[in-house]
């Protein structure tokens, strides 16, 4: 990564804008994710990426199968959980408190990156951002995500519209495990749920999580992550955005 004043020292075709906003919830994320694709369409901001929490909340891929919801929305939200359908490829899937969300907004079509090919890519770069925790992941033949052994430890479900890409990947850092039992995550009955935290009985510090797959989407990407100095996405427009959508 480097600092906002680097930025001329790097091809500007090969930088992305890092943002590390913290915890934000859903609905201002997904009109970020907007705000930010249309400007890419239209040339006028290149590239991001948001690497942040959510507040508890589950979300419906565009195809997903409602039953796999198994808990009604009216108890989710007694235990502060709301559920939301969304435009994203996959299933149902939950975000929360102690997971890392990455959502990149790339020229994929710029890139020569067909769908499947930019999702292995996001896999690598979680294989890689665990990797440096001593974490082994790997694909699963037919099962999206990542994995470590039989459980799943990442979610990935993207949409791709006019070459941009929105929505991204989901990595259990210190994840309340207990959520997902709300759902058959992403479809899958006989799938175990893990967390970094499970795995290495304690969970590293997110920010260090963030740094890692930094990192791992520079060299995956051949990106220049540039952070600038005003990170947070809840910004008036944004706002206006989610409320006009």
Same mark, same amino acid.
């Given at each position: 990564m480097t600092a906002a004043g680097d930025a001329l020292q790097t091809p500007s075709s090969a930088v992305v804008r890092l943002w590390r906003p913290g915890v934000v919830d859903y609905d201002i994320a997904l009109a970020w994710q907007r705000a930010r694709s249309e400007a890419l369409a239209?040339?006028? %901001?290149? %590239?991001?990426?948001?690497?942040l929490e959510h507040p508890p909340v589950y979300t419906l891929g565009a195809r997903g199968n409602r039953q796999h919801l198994l808990a009604t929305?009216?108890?989710?939200?007694?235990?502060?959980?709301?559920?939301?359908?969304t435009d994203r490829g996959g299933d149902i899937t939950f975000h929360g408190p102690g997971q890392l969300v990455a959502y990149p907004i790339l020229n994929v079509r710029r890139r020569s990156l067909g769908a499947a090919t930019?999702? @292995?890519?996001?896999e690598t770069v979680i294989i890689d951002?665990?990797?440096?925790?001593?974490?082994?992941?790997? @694909?699963? %033949?037919? @099962?999206p995500g990542v994995w470590v052994d039989d459980a799943k430890i990442a979610a990935i479900g993207v949409r791709i519209s006019r070459g941009i890409s929105r929505h991204g990947l989901a990595l259990n850092v210190s994840t309340d495990l207990g959520w997902f039992g709300a759902i058959v995550p992403c479809g899958i009955a006989d799938a175990e749920v893990t967390s970094m935290d499970r795995l290495l009985g304690g969970a590293p510090p997110m920010r260090a999580v963030e740094d890692a797959m930094a990192r791992a989407f520079e060299r995956t990407f051949g990106a220049r992550l540039v952070e600038g100095p005003d990170a947070a996405i809840d910004a008036p427009t944004v706002r206006e955005v989610a409320h006009a959508g």
């Open positions: 239209a040339g006028v %901001e290149g %590239e991001s990426i948001a690497l929305p009216d108890a989710l939200a007694a235990r502060g959980a709301s559920v939301v359908p930019y999702v @292995r890519r996001l951002t665990l990797d440096a925790f001593g974490i082994a992941a790997a @694909r699963v %033949e037919g @099962r």
